[in-house]
């Protein structure tokens, strides 16, 4: 089936500006991190500050986009300890995704950065390691000029309402599926 192109611009005489932006990225699906580090590299094109809290990986990981952000300025904290089925105390890990939390609810607050991604935040909230609520009424109340990146699994409704823009990316067909291990430089 084919499609003809669009020939007509959309309409943007109602439009307005926005002085900051919330998006979430959710869904079963690859991509959600990747996405979010792709607004992080667009901002600091542009000058702005970036904060990346990741609240699951680990420090230890040193993802291909960690090692370069940060050496195009982008401020990161990588509290996490790793994925959930490979920790010894679940209990630590929750106090290290209320670790984060902190650091994250401070520059929502203190606006020090233009762009704050949540990285994987979803999970910490889902599983009732930091409250959904106190995450939103931050978000909501953040600073005005900070755009918000949330990501993660079963964004809870309530990150969603207060989004500007949320995307789920579905999981059509996956490597590891087909008994393939991530690989570095593609997967992290």
């Given at each position: 089936m084919?499609?003809?192109?669009?020939t007509a611009a959309?309409?943007?005489?109602?439009?307005?500006?926005?002085?900051?932006?919330?998006?979430?990225?959710?869904g079963d699906g690859k991509g959600k991190s990747t996405a979010a580090m792709g607004v992080a590299l667009r901002a600091l094109a542009r000058?702005?500050?970036?904060?990346?809290?990741q609240f699951v990986k680990s420090g230890d990981?040193?993802?291909?986009?960690?090692e370069m952000l940060q050496r195009l300025g982008a401020d990161w904290l990588a509290v996490g300890d790793g994925f959930s089925w490979d920790s010894g105390d679940l209990e630590a890990s929750a106090g290290l995704a209320r670790e984060a939390w902190n650091s994250a609810e401070a520059a929502l607050a203190g606006g020090t950065h233009d762009v704050v991604v949540l990285d994987e935040v979803t999970y910490p909230?889902?599983?009732?390691?930091?409250?959904?609520?106190t995450v939103v009424?931050?978000?909501v109340g953040r600073d005005d000029r900070v755009s918000v990146v949330a990501t993660g699994r079963d964004a809870p409704s309530g990150l969603v309402d207060v989004?500007?823009?949320?995307?789920e990316m579905r999981n059509v067909k996956h490597a590891f599926d087909a008994g393939i291990l991530a690989k570095r430089g593609i997967d992290y």
């Open positions: 084919t499609v003809d192109p669009p959309p309409d943007t005489g109602s439009l307005s500006h926005a002085r900051s932006l919330v998006l979430v990225h959710t000058g702005w500050r970036v904060l990346v809290v990981w040193r993802a291909g986009e960690q909230m889902t599983w009732g390691w930091i409250d959904t609520d009424a931050a978000i989004a500007h823009t949320v995307t």
